[in-house]
């Protein structure tokens, strides 16, 4: 069986849009950038779990995978007991960052009403 990375692939190839954004478009990978982004130092993976309490360490490992094989994140592993493992930003991750800006302003202009509409519509 083929995990939904593999089928955005295998079903567009070819599309930029699709292929890129399936991959940092899920629950998590922008919000761990943006964690990442907001450091000026490396961070552990244990920083980054306490940032995003909701999130299994399973479904980080895997989030963190991914970004790292798509050039988003550099992975630091230290010889250390217990190991230590810290991830930071590539200058890919950067420039998508600043390309994602204008929506994360919009999101924030837009929350409230947002809100107020879904409060609405589950009258």
Not at 2 to 18: I, K, N, S, Y
Not at 36 to 62: C, G, H, M, Y
Not at 67 to 77: M, Q
Not at 82 to 110: G, Q
């Amino acid at each position: 069986m083929l995990r939904p990375d593999e089928w955005q692939d295998a079903l567009f190839p070819d599309c930029p849009v699709r292929n890129v954004l399936a991959r940092v478009g899920d629950k998590w990978s922008l919000l761990v950038l943006n964690i990442l982004a907001s450091e000026t130092a490396p961070v552990r993976f244990n920083a980054l779990q306490r940032a995003l309490p909701d999130i299994s360490q399973k479904v980080l490992t895997t989030t963190l995978r991914a970004l790292e094989e798509d050039g988003f994140v550099i992975r630091t592993v230290y010889a250390e007991v217990p190991p230590r493992v810290d991830y930071c930003l590539t200058p890919r991750a950067h420039s998508f960052l600043e390309a994602c800006v204008p929506m994360i302003a919009w999101a924030k202009a837009n929350l409230d009403p947002i809100l107020t509409d879904r409060k609405k519509a589950r009258r």
